[in-house]
């Protein structure tokens, strides 16, 4: 700044193109309107719908594939959804969502029939190490899936970063 009496007067701090150097009719001189500051990108977020439909069938194929013992597929869904066409952030949100859902069901659903899942999880969290609850066995059978996926995810976004 070359003149020090204008510090904290009025104009005195340009941003970019935010104010208009021309005559004040409201529009720069090359036609274009002023810009405001934006710090988000400039890509399309995408279709919520099929963001939302991803999560729900990524969910129902976790919970199936957890009632079957396909202890993997966290892994392979987190692989799936960093290939995807979606940010890192919202691939993020989509594993989370589905791994907590899809794995949460498997888990609650033989709670609800009646099965002695309760018992189950306080041996499992004992024989880790854990303290002997239902809940922190649960809790950690859940942090297990997002581990899995969420590295899962990492592995595909950081192998495809060039073609990005």
Do not use: N
């Not at 963001?51 to 013992?69: F, P, Q, R, S």
């Not at 498997?106 to 303290?131: D, E, I, Q």
Request: glycine fraction near 14%.
């Amino acid at each position: 700044m070359a003149d020090p009496r204008r510090l904290g007067k009025r104009g005195a701090y340009r941003l970019g193109e935010l104010r208009t150097t021309g005559p004040k009719s409201g529009r720069a001189p090359s036609g274009s309107a002023p810009r405001a500051p934006s710090f988000g990108t400039r890509r399309s977020r995408g279709p919520l719908l099929a963001w939302l439909a991803a999560c729900a069938v990524t969910a129902v194929v976790l919970g199936v594939g957890a009632a079957l013992g396909l202890w993997f597929l966290p892994f392979v869904a987190g692989l799936a959804a960093g290939l995807g066409p979606w940010r890192a952030r919202s691939a993020v949100g989509l594993v989370v969502l589905a791994v907590a859902a899809g794995w949460g069901a498997a888990l609650w659903w033989p709670a609800l029939s009646g099965a002695p899942a309760g018992a189950t999880a306080r041996v499992l969290a004992a024989l880790a190490g854990l303290p002997p609850y239902a809940a922190v066995g649960v809790a950690a059978t859940l942090l297990i899936g997002l581990a899995q996926a969420l590295a899962a995810v990492w592995l595909a976004r950081a192998l495809t970063h060039r073609l990005r």
